[in-house]
């Protein structure tokens, strides 16, 4: 309908392609005119007058060359290089007869159009025709659709909810990270923003330490011999960027498990040695197209919070469980509680053994299963070399966010030549468990931006408590207030402007700290402070040693306090 109504109100617009998503769908179209928000309503008001005729969709089962004669006829070059490039000459593409427009889709569609009365076309972005920047341009329109008013009322909602959340919209506000076009896909993280990282980086770190990894570094970038080794050469190369020096080639890494072979490589290693947990922050990076970048949640340059288990086959099962207990440990810490897990079985290309694919899945499915954890089976949607399980979270606003993998490996360590000694002193191959929780770090902090809206728990937030003065005759109390604050670890400062205590509230409201610590004549006289939130609550006047107190415990305790 929507490439109906864009045909009869700009007849020389060339249509390209018109999926569905996840969200809505979106047409891609060539023309010459460049659309506005203006021009976005008048085709909304078109669709809606051919809603209301309540038309017929007829579908018709043509022959390649009907096809492509009745788009060339029509002047659709792009429905002319789909059918050249991408349908068999002996297929009957489906042509879908929309009153005087056609299109052509597999389908199935609606009868008639009685049954699409409640969209809403949404925005107007640019799309390289196939995602390939040596196209041409093309205007891609967005639109969403539900099947009743209410549904489709409660989904614009939503999405003016997230517009407020979107994290770069507040990673400016917070002043968190900023990105720029010479730079394209690389975050320059400010001091608030690099704070939250690390204190992510500090989390993980213990998570390491209580689940017994050892934390190791590889290096950036590694000669083209050992990618092509591991495989990534032949079905990566694209992704990869690479440079040049003294007659070799080297990679930079867009992923860290072959370094981490190499350091599982160096000595010889015993059963006694397995399990051999080995995990690093790694600075990946990928040359992801340039349309497909968005703030730090589609990056070319990121962190992983990677790691890779070496253990025998009969240590799966346990190492699998530890696994997933360190993501849900994890994951609960920051709020999430709506985590749907997949797990993914062999593919019919693969390697390895059916004897270790039976072995591997089964102790997926019973280590899931120990732990009480739903989940369903994507029957051959496993690695070639390996099954997996994927975590997805899904936010306050119900969006999905596909974050932790648990994926076995039969493969890598072959290609790279790791072994240990066995119980019978012979040469075995270990199993490789991939593992990331957070997935990267980059990413996984926009998703907490987002659900946050900036609100961050006290032991995350940039700014932890900010001490204001009423007059200046409290400016040296309030300072003195800040730097014990800072002294005990707290992320404090003062606000010694001569600017009115509301104006003062209000601006570090709006930069959502959590606590102000407010210093009047009396507050200076008994030594305490008047405590409020950042939502407005008032706390009361405290000790200064028992807020420190309060505010450390919630510190340590990464409580949430998102409600105070």
Known sequence: MLGHALKQLYPNAKMAIGPTIDSGFYYDIDLEQSLSQEDLEKIEARMVELAKTKYAVVKKKVSWQEARDTFESRGESYKMEILDENVARDDRPGLYHHEEYIDM?????????????????????????????????????????????KALQAHLTRLEEAAKRDHRKIGKQLDLFHMQQEAPGMVFWHHNGWSIFRDLEIFIRQKLNEYGYQEVKGPLMMDRVLWERSGHWDKYADAMFTTSSENREYAIKPMNCPGHIQIFNQGLKSYRDLPLRMAEFGSCH?????????GIMRVRGFTQDDAHIFCTEDQIQQEVTSCIKMVYDTYTTFGFQNIVVKLSTRPEKRVGSD??????????????????????????????????IEFTLYDCLDRAWQCGTVQLDFNLPTRLGATYVGESNERLIPVMIHRAILGSLERFIGILIEEYAGFFPTWLAPEQAVVVNITDKQADYAHEVAQKLQKCGIRAKADLRNEKIGFKIREHTLKRVPYMLVCGDQEMEAGEIAVRTRKGKDLGKFKLDDFIAHIQAEIASRKLNLEE
């Not at 049954?115 to 949404?122: P, R, V, W």
């Not at 997926?364 to 051959?380: C, R, T, V, Y």
Request: aromatic share 12%; proline share 6%; hydrophobic share 35%.
């Open 105 to 149: 889709c597999r389908g199935p569609h609606v009868p008639h159009m009685g049954f699409c009365q409640n969209f809403k076309l949404l925005n107007i972005a640019g799309a390289y025709w196939r995602g390939n920047s040596d196209n041409k341009m093309l205007q891609r329109i967005y639109g969403t659709a539900f099947h009743d008013k």
């Open 286 to 294: 990928r040359n992801e197209p340039s349309g497909s970048l968005h």
């Open 355 to 388: 004897e270790i694919w039976d072995k591997s899945e089964q102790a997926l499915i019973d280590s899931l299963k120990a732990m009480d954890i739903p989940f369903e089976i994507q029957e051959g949607e496993g690695a070639f070399y390996g099954p997996k």
